[in-house]
């Protein structure tokens, strides 16, 4: 017997729309549970995948090639020599839209005529810089640092006004040589930039990689190699760990480490791995609230038929044959329910909140987080199998409570009920 | 009180179809408590840390200390305040601090810390810094030049329990300022930043070091209980001295932790609504299946004489009753699991490692209140009320002969 027979098929959809209004009533409570459903997970990747950017924007980059000691001890002594040689052997292995960012790091003082105050001061080959990091785009305020600028720096917009700096001012930047000896140098404030993380605006300082070079008498030299893959989604992890691969093998015997990102933010990779977690069981939680409706219902639809079925079974229909046949108007009711949610959450997704949410009123909040202002929706496939299957599985096993109680009406006991 | 009794007695005549929509109700009444109570409690948590941590409930500090701390900016004389302050009532704790940035340098290393002066006696009451010490002991009260100081600075210093450090900065009149310390302790927080940055010296030593002639930069409270911060702030906010100064509470000190916590908020809420909507439509059809399975028998009622009015109250009561049985049971399952979660915590598994950088607890427990039992259970008990509405405001618009014969 096949399962779908027309015969069952016909009395199955016109046995749904026998009482409009009671399948309309569960349809509405099934379309909302599975809207929510998808438009929240995808509230809650958009979310996720700017606070990934945003991590990433933020000097880390989708690999990083490092003195493996200088993520325990990020110091001059842990540094990579003859950087640019490098960088450029690396950029030949991959693909030509790959970019490479090369950075010396390193911890120092900044001082002003009143004040001192710890900061990372970062040398950077601005150039190279945009589309990699956030100090790529534009300033907030004042002008870019030109590549032969050797005095000028670039401050967080942060920093600038807790120190009660302005733009055009010197200051003075202190750091440690390779032998542990202070070097200071004089400074000018060329601009100053925001970024998503207010920790970082308040941390990070920026000036040419050249002068932070000679400031320290360490020519050549770099704590990191940033490499940014363009288009690279951040869930395509196979693509990164297989970059990550074959840069190993090119640096085996040279003491460097490349590492991708996953491993470089421990934290958010293991955020991202529960977020799916978190999302089925939202889920499930919202299928068992529509769980015990479409239940009800369904009972309610089959009760009202008791009649119907001892005649069926009088007629010779085997109970396996009523089973089915309340199966496959339990599975229309789901099918209806998620085709129509799915068109609704994909409207709702792609043109009501085309633009994303703002969350600026919670400002400060965001910051500490580092999630973007405006959180964008993003519709993943998986999220929106995971949503439907939820769905079609649990429900299907709902229905099977009512279809099991179809199949135990008697002929006999249904005659005597009116 | 018949009418009740009849309400009940109709509930029970289709005894499967009740206990579904019972279930759905308390289903939804159940986790709405313990949600509630885990947000709750998971912020009283993360607020808690952060206080102990760093800020405490309340601080007072010299006008745009905190906007633009400078060494100047200091409060005198802070003994007369904090004589004033401790007869406040609620007030658990009060400590004063100074914060100074200096060049700490160890053998071979030399980087920017942020010094703190404490007072050891007070600071162990109200911080938790003296509990996070891994290595070496905390300050006590007859320390001299000694130090503590967060485990990640240590290690880039390359400093060990007993090694000396050098410190070199400006003192409150702008002198040089500079000093050799020993560590006789290491703390590890969890939260990077505070464990890169921050070494703690002994207030009197501070005072020393850095020529503050017995002011400080800041008086920090901790009251009994953290809804008591606000009150407390506005109270010393009407004292002498403390007019001149600035009283800020822990939201103005962190508003990323309190703006974050509203987030948090407003998103469950959001759902909570989905679920609620989605729980209405679920038990919105048993609602309608009760009246119109009935009709034959409200046009029987209604032709011997009924007023409709009474038929809508009893079927009013016949849903109030269900969804009654539904929030009691809700709440009492609620209360249980909540109980039991709080007994043990909820582990924040793999995610722990992205809250500790937030200063976050490894193990999050919810918090039973008195907010938390009854928001849930009230939005779910008016929702299925006007739920109910939809379909028993028809029933006076029925006309008996019509009802009869369908």
Redesign the interface.
């Known amino acids: 017997m096949r399962f779908f027979d027309l015969l069952s098929v016909q009395i199955s959809w016109r046995n749904l729309w026998r009482n409009p ?2 399948t309309t ?2 349809l ?2 099934i379309v ?2 599975i809207i ?1 459903m998808i438009v ?1 997970s995808a509230f809650g990747r958009g979310m996720m995948e700017g606070m990934v950017k945003n991590s990433i924007d933020n000097l880390v980059g989708h690999i990083k090639i490092q003195n493996p000691q200088y993520r ?4 001059i002594d842990n540094r990579i020599d003859q950087a640019e040689k490098i960088a450029a052997q690396i950029g030949e292995l991959l693909p030509d839209d790959v970019q490479l960012a090369t950075r010396l790091r390193l ?3 900044l001082s002003t005529s ?6 990372m001061i970062v040398g950077i080959d601005p150039a190279a810089e945009k589309g990699v990091s956030f100090i790529g785009r534009p300033l907030y305020q004042g002008t870019p640092l030109q590549p032969e600028d050797a005095r000028g720096l670039l401050i967080g917009q942060g920093l600038l ?4 700096l302005e733009i055009g001012k010197k200051v003075v930047v ?1 750091s ?1 040589d390779a032998s ?1 000896e ?1 070097r200071s140098k004089a400074f000018r404030i060329r601009g100053s930039y925001r970024a998503e993380m ?2 970082t605006e308040k941390r990070y300082i920026f000036i040419n990689l050249k002068s932070f070079q000679d400031m320290l008498a360490a020519p050549g030299s770099a704590t990191e190699i940033s490499i940014s893959l363009r288009n690279a989604n951040a869930y395509q992890t196979g693509t990164v760990e297989d970059y990550v691969d074959r840069i190993n093998e090119r640096l085996d015997g040279l003491g460097l480490e490349a590492t991708g990102w996953r491993q470089l933010l ?3 990779a ?2 991202i ?2 977020f799916d ?1 978190y999302m089925l069981i ?1 889920f499930v ?2 299928f ?3 769980g ?6 369904v ?2 639809a089959v009760y ?1 038929r008791m009649r119907e079925f001892g005649l069926q079974r009088a007629l010779g229909l085997r109970s396996s044959g009523i089973i089915k046949n309340v199966m496959i108007e339990v599975l229309f009711l789901l099918l209806i329910g998620m085709a129509l949610a799915d068109l609704c959450s994909f409207f709702l997704v792609k043109v009501v909140f085309r633009s994303g949410i703002d ?1 600026g009123s ?8 580092g999630i973007s202002r405006i959180v964008y929706p993003v519709l993943s496939l998986s999220d929106i199998v995971m949503a439907n299957g939820v769905v079609v599985l649990l429900g299907l096993l709902v229905g099977l409570y009512p279809a099991l109680h179809a199949a135990r009406f008697t002929p006999i006991e249904t005659m005597r009920h009116l | 009180m018949n009418d009740l009794l009849l309400a009940w007695r109709n509930i029970w005549r289709n005894p499967r179809r009740s206990i579904l929509t019972i279930l759905a109700i308390a289903f939804a009444t159940a986790l709405l408590v313990f949600m509630l109570s885990f947000q709750f409690g998971a912020y009283d948590d993360m607020i808690d840390s952060s206080v102990r941590l760093s800020t405490g409930h309340v601080q007072i500090v010299a006008p745009g200390y905190h906007q633009r701390p400078e060494m100047r900016k200091v409060i005198d004389n802070p003994e007369e305040l904090l004589q004033e302050a401790t007869m406040l009532s609620n007030v658990d704790a009060v400590s004063l601090r100074s914060e100074a940035f200096v060049l700490a340098s160890g053998e071979k290393r030399s980087r920017g810390v942020m010094v703190t002066g404490v007072a050891p006696h007070h600071e162990s009451k109200i911080s938790s810094v003296p509990q996070q010490i891994k290595k070496g002991r905390y300050l006590t009260e007859g320390d001299g030049a000694a130090g503590v100081i967060g485990a990640l600075a240590a290690q880039h210093l390359q400093l060990d329990v007993g090694d000396e450090c050098v410190l070199l900065g400006s003192g409150r009149d702008g002198s040089i300022a500079a000093a050799v310390v020993e560590i006789v302790g290491i703390f590890k927080s969890g939260v990077d930043e505070f464990d890169r940055s921050i070494m703690q010296l002994p207030l009197a030593e501070f005072d020393t070091i850095f020529s503050m002639e017995g002011a400080v930069h800041r008086l920090i409270f901790t009251f009994a209980h953290l809804s008591d911060s606000q009150a407390g702030a506005a109270q010393l906010r009407q004292g002498e001295r403390a007019r001149k100064l600035q009283v800020l509470t822990w939201e103005e000190l962190t508003p990323g932790l309190k703006q974050s916590i509203e987030l948090d908020l407003i998103s469950g809420i959001i759902m909570y609504f989905i679920l609620v909507i989605v729980v209405a439509f679920s038990i919105l059809n048993t609602f309608f299946m009760a009246i119109f399975e009935r009709k034959k028998e409200f046009g029987v009622l209604m032709s011997i004489g009924m007023k409709p009015r009474r038929l809508v109250v009893l079927m009013l009561l016949e849903s109030f009753s269900m969804t009654t049985v539904g929030l009691v049971l809700g709440i009492l399952c609620g209360i249980i699991i909540t109980l039991v979660a709080a007994r043990y915590g909820i582990s924040m598994g793999d995610s722990a490692e992205f809250m500790a950088q937030y200063g976050m607890p490894e193990r999050l427990y919810p918090k039973l209140t008195l907010l938390s039992v009854t928001v849930g259970p009230l939005l779910i008990f008016v929702v299925t009320l006007l739920t109910a509405l939809i379909p028993v405001l028809r029933i006076p618009s029925l006309r008996p002969v019509e009802a009869l014969r369908s």
């Open positions: 209004r009671r009533i569960i509405t409570a909302v549970g929510s929240l325990i001890d990020p110091a911890d120092g003082v009143r004040e001192h105050t710890g900061v006004e807790r120190l009660g202190l440690q542990g202070g207010r920790d421990p934290a958010i293991a955020y791995d529960m977690v939202w939680v919202v068992v609230a529509m015990f409706g479409l239940a009800n219902t009972l309610m009202e969350l919670f400002g400060a909040g965001i910051e500490m987080w």
